[in-house]
């Protein structure tokens, strides 16, 4: 009798953890690396992907996608940046570079550049607890004078829209890792 109650509290704790977890993504590789959409927060509407991608511990993010206002040059160029990425297309434009993990889900130790003023800001990186969002903040000195982006993780689907230079890009990188 005993045995029995066992088996069917054991069961039922069973169809409770895959109810719970059902919908939740499963990776034993909990990481930034991938596809991240930032939306506009006055509009609502996406305005960028970002490509993070893992180089032996150390993570950088590229410009993966740009979505245009009518008029705006697909061909615009970092012509404020100061250091290496000057006069680069924003379009593969490496604007993460040096996050390193700093405990649970948490980035930090590298810069982020906002490719309209040229401006590099010390940054950090806050993944979710279920992988889906990336909370990206840029600051100047301290962390408390900062500004927070929250970017959320495409399917591997939309790999598929990438423009074909980005997609080689994508394809080097996870070759080398």
Request: hydrophobic residues 35%; neutral net charge.
């Amino acid at each position: 009798m005993m045995r029995a109650k066992r088996t069917k509290t054991l069961t039922v704790l069973a169809a409770l953890l895959a109810l719970v977890t059902a919908g939740a993504p499963v990776s034993a590789d909990l990481t930034p690396v991938g596809l991240w959409q930032s939306v506009d927060q006055q509009t609502g509407q996406p305005n960028g992907w970002f490509l993070i991608t893992d180089h032996g511990g150390v993570y950088d993010g590229i410009i993966a996608k740009m979505f245009l206002q009518p008029g705006q040059d697909a061909n615009v160029v970092c012509s404020r940046c100061k250091d290496d990425r000057r006069n680069k297309p924003w379009l593969g434009l490496q604007i993460i570079r040096g996050m390193r993990p700093d405990g649970d889900s948490t980035y930090d130790g590298g810069t982020i550049l906002d490719p309209r003023d040229g401006n590099v800001y010390d940054a950090e990186m806050k993944l979710s607890a279920d992988g889906q969002t990336l909370i990206v903040r840029g600051y100047l000195g301290i962390s408390l004078l900062g500004r927070n982006q929250y970017w959320t993780r495409l399917p591997d689907s939309d790999y598929a829209a990438l423009d074909p230079s980005i997609k080689a890009l994508a394809a080097e990188d996870s070759s080398n890792r």
